[in-house]
């Protein structure tokens, strides 16, 4: 039986990754496997990996690694820890193929180390662009040592063919957590009210935002423009949710976290919301707002308006239903506006999603489950 390992480092790539590995972890041709590690093991943003226990998944193997602060110093350290640990878990797992989402530091640990234990890597969302981002070569790197390559859209495939990847290799499937949203029954305003212990306002804005890692201007600068913008809105409840682990997280919270703690701010701040509930709440929000890349992936097919804040996604294919606007106070003003106008959110409940394809999970498991694997690590460049 062909031995499926799945690695996951934080809630954004869990949440995607949820009904392939559902799907996974109930096939009868298939052996299910999961590691995870990273910020699921982390009090500070939220141990997460109960949320994975709690959805009905054993996990194998739990690589906790310390990230006490986010100097880049430490993540490069973090990164070589989060190496080690899946090394071992790959000698004793055995998996035949490793399952990576993304472009995170953790996920290049994972396919460096199964590279070197010469496992296939079916590799998720590959050819996407973050140019304000470090996440923009470790995404390509992962891509040159994957085996399978699963894409949201044409224009991605084109560009991991670019890459050198032979397109018979690349399967263009959509995003997999449109496909769970579409699935699931969300919280009502009402369950979500009473179980965060916190009232919905006449307008409300659910925002994240991420370390821009590649920006030459400061953490604590743009954090400052957003909530210097924030604070203009009067009844207006704002919703925030953790930054991931990248450098500069730090300052992002401890400023959001004052923000929040000033009544007149109309604030609430969550570590982690799980996936249901953040999916939940941002239905029952007028406007997506930050630089995560829920807001221009998952929001369109929520029928929400959101706005793209700076240069982290960049280069991303998006919906009209997406503004992109500077990380300045009055940019992000004039696009509140824009996005919280009756027009705007009215032409968002006709716009068809890019990123929305059917049987997307289906898909991807199917081309896992029957690939002959003999001979698939010989990869020849593929010249476009």
């Not at 009756?342 to 049987?359: R, V």
Request: hydrophobic share 35%.
């Amino acid at each position: 039986m062909r031995k499926i390992c799945f690695v996951t480092g934080s809630r954004a790539d869990y949440s995607s990754l949820y009904p392939v590995m559902k799907l996974a972890l109930n096939s009868k041709k298939l052996k299910f496997q999961l590691i995870a590690t990273c910020m699921h093991l982390s009090p500070k943003f939220g141990n997460t990996y109960k949320e994975i226990q709690n959805d009905g998944f054993k996990i194998d193997a739990k690589i906790k690694v310390p990230i006490n602060s986010d100097h880049p110093k430490i993540i490069s350290q973090a990164t070589g820890r989060v190496m080690i640990g899946l090394s071992n878990a790959y000698n004793r797992l055995k998996p035949d193929i490793v399952v990576l989402l993304g472009d995170r530091f953790e996920a290049l640990a994972a396919a460096f180390a199964a590279a070197s234990a010469k496992i296939p890597i079916a590799h998720i969302y590959g050819g996407e662009t973050t140019a304000g981002a470090l996440d923009e070569c470790i995404r390509h790197s992962i891509t040159k040592m994957s085996s399978f390559h699963f894409v949201t859209t044409e224009v991605y495939k084109k560009r991991v063919t670019q890459l050198g990847e032979n397109p018979a290799t690349i399967h263009t499937v959509g995003a997999i957590a449109i496909e769970r949203i579409k699935k699931i029954k969300l919280f009502s305003k009402k369950n979500i009210e009473q179980t965060l212990n916190f009232k919905f306002d006449k307008t409300n804005i659910v925002i994240t935002y991420h370390p821009v890692t590649l920006n030459k201007k400061s953490a604590s600068n743009e954090i400052k423009e957003i909530l210097g913008a924030l604070n203009k809105l009067p009844h207006t409840k704002k919703i925030f949710t953790m930054s991931n682990a990248d450098s500069g997280n730090d300052i992002i919270y401890k400023m959001i976290k004052r923000f929040s703690k000033d009544k007149k701010n109309n604030s609430v701040f969550f570590k982690s919301l799980g996936q249901k509930m953040y999916f939940s709440v941002m239905k029952n929000c007028n406007l997506v707002l930050g630089n995560s890349s829920s807001g221009i992936i998952e929001a369109p097919s929520l029928k929400v308006p959101s706005i793209d804040i700076g240069d982290r996604q960049k280069g991303r294919t998006r919906s009209k239903t997406v503004i992109t606007c500077k990380a300045e106070k009055k940019d992000i003003l004039k696009a509140m506006r824009k996005g919280l106008s009756k027009n705007f959110i009215k032409a968002s409940l006709s716009n068809k999603n890019p990123y929305e394809k059917n049987n997307t999970s289906k898909n991807i498991l199917d081309t896992l489950t029957s690939s002959n694997l003999k001979n698939i690590l010989k990869k020849i460049f593929y010249d476009y």
